[in-house]
């Protein structure tokens, strides 16, 4: 059974900073694309970060271009969104995904999210 695990969210002021984390098991991690999406209230779901399988072409919205930074621990099945200059408006449930090809709306495997509130 394939469980993604979402860890590091929290309360923290604007231009603060959070480092999410996601434990993958049950998949082979090599074998996937890892990403992040996030859902704040009255709205869709949305990419964030994406990262290819060997880790080194990571992938972002425009939003959060130079602000975050995706990476991968491939000996540790483990995913990490490090979130500096944070904004209110970056308030939402981050969701960790994972995917055959590419992260998308679709991808397969979901966690349950973290909740990310920044403060004005």
């Known amino acids: 059974q394939v469980q993604l695990v979402e860890s590091g969210g929290g309360l923290v002021q604007a231009g603060g900073s959070l480092r999410l984390s996601c434990a993958a098991s049950?998949?082979?991690?090599?074998?996937?694309?890892m990403g992040w999406f996030r859902q704040a209230p009255g709205k869709e779901r949305e990419f964030v970060a994406g990262i290819n399988l060997s880790g080194n072409k990571p992938y972002y919205a425009d939003s959060v271009e130079g602000r975050f930074t995706i990476s991968r621990d491939g000996a540790k099945n483990l995913v990490y969104l490090q979130m500096n200059s944070l904004e209110p408006e970056d308030t939402a449930v981050y969701y960790c995904?994972?995917?055959?090809?590419?992260?998308?709306?679709?991808?397969?495997?979901w966690g349950q999210g973290t909740q990310v509130t920044v403060s004005s």
């Open positions: 049950g998949l082979t991690f090599s074998r996937y694309h």
């Open positions: 995904t994972a995917g055959p090809l590419a992260v998308t709306p679709r991808s397969p495997y």
